[in-house]
């Protein structure tokens, strides 16, 4: 729902960082793939008891995913960055969740589940979308220059960080604040089936 509106404050700091960068040889797919593992490092982390401490690996991991576009922005845009950087999201997006329900199974693993099919959903959603838009035509850079139409929403990056970064803090409730986010990402993915259904139907 902010991704638009931050993304004009972040933007130009990530880009003076990611021309930095780019000059001294580093490469977009090497800071997304960094940025992925430090993710599966903070999901650990939380896994074995530290979901505070999994703050700091989180946070760079979201610094990195912001810093692999600025890169590639001062360099070059591949289409196989773009996929590798969606793919890299997905599976944080996943390996956070997991996390806490391996850190309590007993107490997290149903809204676990419930959290990673909302996932599931909002991200067929998007995805979907992405697919179709391509096919037409269609183009947004709303959320910044992109590989894929990303389709904005209730809930997007920002939103679910920022949830994260709740769950890290408050991991006792684990149960209460997934199942809520994910009735509001079950939501997202509605409204974004209705903005396809109004789009597409009016281009048909």
């Not at 992925?36 to 979201?62: K, N």
Request: charged letters at 15%.
């Amino acid at each position: 729902m902010f991704d638009a509106e931050i993304r004009t404050h972040i933007d130009p700091p990530l880009n003076r960082m990611g021309r930095r960068m780019a000059a001294m040889g580093m490469t977009a797919n090497t800071v997304t793939l960094t940025g992925l593992v430090l993710g599966l490092c903070a999901a650990a982390m939380i896994a074995l008891g530290g979901p505070e401490a999994a703050l700091i690996p989180l946070l760079l991991s979201r610094l990195a995913d912001g810093l692999d576009g600025a890169i590639a922005r001062a360099t070059e845009t591949t289409d196989f960055g773009g996929y590798l950087d969606i793919t890299a999201d997905f599976f944080f997006y996943g390996a956070i969740p997991l996390g806490f329900v391996l850190l309590d199974p007993a107490a997290n693993g149903v809204a676990g589940a419930v959290l990673l099919l909302s996932f599931y959903v909002n991200g067929s959603s998007f995805l979907g979308f992405a697919i179709i838009a391509e096919k037409r035509g269609l183009s947004t850079s709303a959320q910044g220059i992109k590989n894929l139409y990303y389709s904005g929403g209730l809930l997007e990056g920002f939103e679910t960080i920022a949830f994260f970064v709740l769950l890290c803090l408050f991991s006792s409730a684990f149960a209460p604040m997934a199942h809520v986010f994910a009735g509001l990402c079950f939501f997202t993915a509605f409204l974004r089936v209705r903005h396809a259904f109004k789009l597409l139907s009016n281009l048909d």
